[in-house]
């Protein structure tokens, strides 16, 4: 049971890291063009919170044999830093300080959790609230992907859902989900099974839509720089969005 518990978190962090991987593509056009666009900073403040808390929780001291959560999560804290630092540095003003606001209330959170769980909590309730926090916040970074769902039911085209993105968050939430069951704890078993179920639904869409050219009657065409845009946006962690028009 014990191999297998580490099988399945050995693969959650291969393809959790391939997750956190996927917006490199992004943000070598955002370097390049010294510029962020139309692409949005708000998944990555947001995926960092969900990497803090989760690295947190995975801590021998808050939750007994959950080390591979930490590691992977860890992992994607500092990925993500790095990604909100450049996301500040090139976007236009008002957006920088609305991401450097969010950032600031991310580490807040993430702090106040943190001094809460070593000050004021022990053992069993340490683990509760620590695993309540996380769990919250890993929902909500596995339901990003329905607002592109709804896109592809909308407009009958897997545009803006790349194949291998769903397939690993598909993988990924099911690797985690097991790790979560075979250690018996729902902290990790939940939202990782929610992620497992949606990222099998993109895969369904997909199948039914990979062939269908889409309703390009009622979508205005966007210009080939504005498309080359959403391509790479639609790589940010299972967060993508149509163009549109300024």
């Known amino acids: 049971m014990h191999i297998l518990k580490v099988f399945f978190g050995v693969v959650g962090n291969a393809t959790a890291l391939f997750l956190f991987l996927a917006p490199i593509i992004t943000f070598k056009r955002i370097i390049q063009k010294r510029s962020t666009e139309q692409f949005s900073g708000i998944p990555y403040v947001m995926t960092l919170l969900n990497c803090l808390l989760s690295?947190?929780?995975?801590?021998?001291?808050?939750s007994p044999?959950?080390?591979?959560?930490?590691t992977i999560n860890g992992t994607g804290?500092?990925?993500e830093a790095i990604y909100v630092l450049i996301f500040i540095i090139f976007a236009p003003k008002r957006e920088k300080f609305k991401i450097l606001g969010l950032f600031t209330f991310v580490l807040a959170i993430f702090s106040t959790?943190?001094?809460v769980s070593v000050f004021a909590l022990h053992s069993k309730g340490r683990k509760l609230f620590c695993g309540l926090a996380a769990t919250v916040f890993s929902i909500i970074m596995y339901g990003s992907p329905l607002a592109i769902m709804s896109t592809v039911i909308r407009t009958k085209s897997v545009e803006f859902m790349p194949f291998f993105l769903s397939l690993f968050s598909f993988l990924c939430g099911t690797s985690w989900f097991i790790f979560g069951l075979l250690?018996?704890?729902?902290?990790?078993?939940?939202?990782n099974g929610f992620g497992s179920g949606?990222?099998?639904?993109q895969l369904v869409l997909y199948f039914i839509y990979r062939d269908s050219k889409g309703s390009t009657g009622s979508i205005k065409k966007p210009s080939s720089s504005s498309t080359a845009a959403t391509a790479d946006e639609s790589m940010e962690m299972g967060v993508a969005k149509p163009h549109q028009s300024k």
């Open 198 to 201: 949606l990222g099998a639904l």
């Open 77 to 79: 804290a500092a990925i």
């Open 65 to 70: 044999n959950n080390i591979l959560v930490s």
């Open 55 to 62: 690295a947190w929780y995975g801590l021998p001291f808050v």
């Open 183 to 191: 250690g018996h704890d729902p902290f990790v078993a939940l939202p």
């Open 113 to 115: 959790v943190a001094l």
